[in-house]
């Protein structure tokens, strides 16, 4: 039956969430939940300063939200907003710095800065749309880097039933994109929450009440794009003799691996 089903996926949403633990980076210098304390040291020790971070966000014309008054009181309340997920018991993790990625290139910019040897023992998460039980997309302490303004999605080859999402972009979004286009013949096994972005959907495997008929979301992705950690681009629907394994080893691995995703090829079942 539907509810047996219905429990069944709840289970075993729940086995992935907690069946792995995340060990965050040690970090002997913060003392404070809100505004670690190295933010405010040199960068000899491998992390960005406040500072820092606030020169890559002018130069790259990218949102940067630190938990500290820059222009207005409402600056703090504004990085809980856009760190806070879906499930309320995160809210005290928080992140020492969010990034407002709205395209690939902020990505890239993003990868590249993280990279730089002066900084790279920030640690960081991705957030897509912040649904994973596991609370992946949130560690405090660490850096956000916010991908859920990405959202487009386009038709690559409509007689083949396939087209490309954006990691940020929502259920809501494909099933408008469908409808509005006229593609309803077409069927994107997802979940029943419209919410649920597609970074974490897919890289959780995407179990829905459907999976037994037309299987995991994961079952139709044919390529993707990502962002390595040097801010190199692969991708794998267009170069996929080259990078057939990495392609397997996105599909299978979970989410935040092997860099950030900004961009799935589906194909209809």
């Not at 210098?29 to 040291?41: T, V, Y």
């Not at 966000?57 to 500290?68: D, K, R, V």
């Not at 407002?100 to 910019?109: K, T, W």
């Not at 037994?212 to 993707?224: F, N, P």
């Amino acid at each position: 039956s539907l509810l047996i089903m219905s429990l069944l996926t709840l289970c075993l949403f729940v086995t992935y969430a907690f069946a792995s633990v995340y060990i965050p980076l040690h970090n002997k210098h913060s003392s404070s939940p809100l505004i670690p304390s190295h933010q405010f040291g040199s960068i000899d020790e491998g992390y960005p300063t406040h500072q820092d971070w606030i020169n890559f966000g002018e130069t790259n014309n990218i949102s940067i939200y630190l938990p500290l008054i820059q222009d207005s009181a409402d600056d703090i309340q504004q990085f809980k907003n856009k760190s806070k997920i879906f499930f309320s018991f995160y809210d005290p993790h928080l992140p020492s710095v969010v990034i407002e990625c709205l395209n690939e290139n902020d990505v890239i910019n993003t990868m590249q800065f993280l990279s730089d040897s002066r900084y790279n023992q920030q640690s960081f998460s991705i957030k897509s749309g912040g649904h994973g039980f596991g609370g992946y997309s949130k560690h405090k302490g660490s850096a956000m880097i916010h991908v859920s303004n990405m959202k487009q999605i386009q038709i690559i080859d409509v007689q083949n039933g396939i087209i490309s999402v954006e990691t940020g972009a929502e259920n809501i979004d494909l099933s408008t994109f469908l409808i509005n286009h006229n593609l309803t013949h077409l069927i994107f096994p997802t979940g029943e929450c419209p919410t649920v972005s597609f970074g974490g959907l897919i890289t959780g495997g995407g179990i829905s009440p459907f999976s037994s008929s037309i299987g995991l979301a994961v079952d139709t992705v044919i390529g993707a794009r990502i962002v390595l950690y040097n801010g190199d681009v692969i991708d794998t629907y267009y170069d996929s003799s080259d990078h057939d394994d990495l392609l397997w080893a996105i599909k299978g691995s979970g989410g935040g691996n092997f860099g950030v995703i900004t961009k799935y090829y589906l194909q209809s079942v």
